[in-house]
Each structure stands twice: as C-alpha cells, then as structure tokens.
C-alpha cells in the first residue's frame, strides 16, 4: 500500500476489551461522598455512581460502534502517523468540503448529530445549495487515530496535516474548515497558514488567554474578563494538569475507567456561563448513553494519557491567539466558557465577515444544540460555496 493511502477502517473493538471494561466496573473502589453540597469539590459521588451503574450494567458500546461506523471511518498516513477520520459525502452535486475539529473530553461524537443535515440538508428541512461534504478527523492521540511516539504534534503540525488530508481527498481546490476547543486551535493555525484551498474558517471558541481588551469601560468585555477568571480560577485545573503532567495522569485513565469517567464527567457537568456551583452544564441535558459514548470511545483507545499530551504540547505557544485575514465566522453560544465580545473577535480575525450571538447552548455546542449548530454553520458558508 502506498503511503498516501487511503482505506476504508471500520472500528470493531475486540470483544475481550469489552468484557476487561465491565469486570473492572465491577471491581471498582469508592471514595466517601463529599463534604459539601453541590459540584465544588468535583463530580458529585452519586451522580458519578448512577453514571457507573449504568455503564456497567446497560450501556451498549455496540450501538455506538455501528453509529460510527456508518459514517464512513477511513485511516491515512499523515507526517507519519496513522489518522482515523470519518467521510460523508453529500448526495447533492456541488456540496462542499467542510473539514471539522473535535476538541477535548470531545472526540468525532461530537458532530454525530450534525452530520446528516449537513451533508443531506433536503432531508433534514434544508436546502441542497446548503450541502456539504463533511470531513472529521480524529487529533493526533485521540480516538483511532494513532498516538505521537515522539514530541512535536502541536495545533500547528496537526493543521499541516490536515491540509494534506483534504487534498488527498480531492477537496483541495476549494474547502471550509470549523473547530472549537482544540480544533479552534487547530482551525486557527490552518488558517494562519493559508494553504490554497482554504476559503473560510468558522469558530465557536477563541484561547482562553489574555484577551485583546479593546475598551476598558465596556461592561461586555467586564462581563467577559469575569468570566476568564472564574475559569482560571474554579475550572481550568484539569487544562493545567494537561499542559503541565500528562504523564502522570496517564496512569490513572489508563488503568480505571471510573477515573476516565470522573475525569470527562467533571468537564460535562461543570457550569460555564454562571459561577454558580449548583447549575449544571451539557451532562443537565444529555443521556448516560451519550455521555458514555464519548467516555467509552477514550477508555477503549486508551486515549486518556495521548490526548491530554495534546495541551502540553501546544499550551506553551501554539495555542494562543493569531492575526487571520482568511474569512472567518464566529457563534457566540451563551453557556461557552466564556462569551466572546465582537470586538475581541475584531481585533484577531481582520477579516471577519460573520457574527452571531445565539439564544442557547455552550461549549460542546454541536451535541447541546445541534438544529442551532448547523443554522450557524449554513449561514457562516452560504457565500463560499
């Protein structure tokens, strides 16, 4: 096989894998419950027990596999390293390329629910001028895709390598590219490097770093340095842990499952548009099934440790905001961790030529909000089609 191949990959996890999972959940030693009401301390324990009981006991990874798998997976070789992505093409003539970038405790699960009104926009409601052909990547030590033997996968090398996948998929004569969380960092650097093909970006997250304070007197941008802080200071201790020992953390998530549950649950359950520790976030509104997915997904791959490595590679420097003259579009979700003012997003993106403000959703917009997710998405794109 040659080294730009692509082939077909569909995910089938061994059997004892799954049956190694439920003896473990079987097994598992508790902590005693917390001292205080409420998430301050962290995952409540029996919000995380009724998580475990239903993983151990109901949950079914198979269906979530076949899910997958008909999306179309595929495996290729980029700068060395095996990516797993999936590809569905539009039946509309015309659609176009849409490259997509999880990001974390996200995978490609992520856009599960968007995928069909994007690629099939006249099934769903919508318009065939609206169609794309969409493109999701696993990063670089997440998921199926391979894990980094060596340092130097940043956003920046992963961008690279996605403006080779798309031109090995033929879409690189005219592609649009998306990401939030990592795959904001990851879309960003692609756009910083302008390979031809890419006509515009959209994003629904910008680097929670020092901001581009434009207006000290504006209470948007107070609201928003509020925001930033309570981020750093109540929620960003998982992201230093990343940035800082991942190594270390590795060998809890790859040895429980209950502590690669605990650890994705937290980030699912913690609030992001409100200091109140008594409001939840996404896990308010998804089922254990779809959170069990995404879990599952990592304690299956064993990607626990490879992912988080993605921060300490990129933290340092490459994940930090850039000056963009590509089109670029930006959503607003109100529960993000937090909401970006225009005029920060004016002041990175030059050429900024969409902008929106929506009524709900938050960081992991396109599972929360999906009917919302692809509105922002059409309405981004509609002139670069």
């Given amino acids: 096989m040659s080294a730009d191949a692509i082939e077909a990959w569909p995910i089938e996890v061994p059997q004892g894998d799954l049956d190694d999972l439920r003896r473990r959940l079987q097994q598992v030693r508790w902590p005693e419950r917390e001292t205080v009401p409420g998430q301050t301390q962290g995952v409540p324990l029996h919000r995380l ?45 015309g659609a176009t390329p849409l490259l997509m970038t999880h990001g974390w405790p996200g995978s490609v699960l992520e856009f599960a629910k968007v995928i069909g009104p994007l690629t099939d ?83 629904n997250f910008l680097p929670p770093f020092p901001p581009p304070v434009v207006d000290e007197s504006s209470e948007v941008e107070r609201r928003a340095l509020s925001q930033l802080s309570y981020y750093h200071a109540k929620m960003s201790a998982y992201a230093e842990l990343h940035r800082t020992r991942p190594q270390t953390l590795a060998y809890a998530l790859s040895d429980s499952p209950v502590a690669q549950a605990a650890w994705m649950y937290d980030k699912f359950v913690t609030p992001t548009d409100d200091p109140d520790p ?87 917009a396109a599972w929360e909000q999906p009917e919302l997710f692809v509105d922002e998405i059409r309405a981004c794109f509609r002139p670069y089609h």
Avoid at 166 to 187: C, E, I, K, N, P
Avoid at 297 to 308: E, F, I, Q
Wanted: one cysteine or more; aromatic letters at 12%.
């Fill in 121 to 203: 926009p006249v099934a769903h409601g919508g318009k065939a001028s609206d169609a794309f052909h969409v493109v999701a990547p696993a990063l670089p030590g997440f998921g199926f895709s391979d894990k980094p033997a060596e340092s130097g996968w940043t956003v920046t090398r992963t961008a690279r390598a996605w403006a080779v996948l798309m031109d090995r998929l033929g879409y690189g004569s005219g592609y649009v590219a998306q990401g939030g969380d990592l795959g904001a960092g990851v879309t960003m650097r692609l756009a910083e490097q302008r390979p031809p093909g890419l006509r515009a970006i959209h994003l």
């Fill in 278 to 364: 008594s409001l939840g976030g996404w896990a308010d509104i998804a089922s254990h099934d779809e959170m069990l997915d995404d879990i599952s997904l990592y304690w299956l791959t064993n990607s626990g440790g490879s992912s988080a490595r993605l921060y300490w590679e990129s933290f340092r420097k490459d994940f930090t905001l850039v000056d963009i003259d590509i089109p670029t579009g930006f959503s607003v979700f109100p529960r993000e961790i937090f909401r970006v003012p225009r005029a920060w997003a004016e002041s990175a993106f030059s050429n900024l030529v969409y902008w929106n403000e929506v009524e709900s959703g938050g960081h992991f």
């Fill in 49 to 93: 027990r009724a998580l475990v009981d239903h993983w151990r006991d109901r949950y079914d990874w198979r269906r979530c596999e076949a899910r997958l798998n008909a999306f179309g997976p595929h495996r290729t070789v980029l700068d060395g390293l095996g990516i797993h992505f999936l590809h569905v093409r539009s039946p509309h003539a």
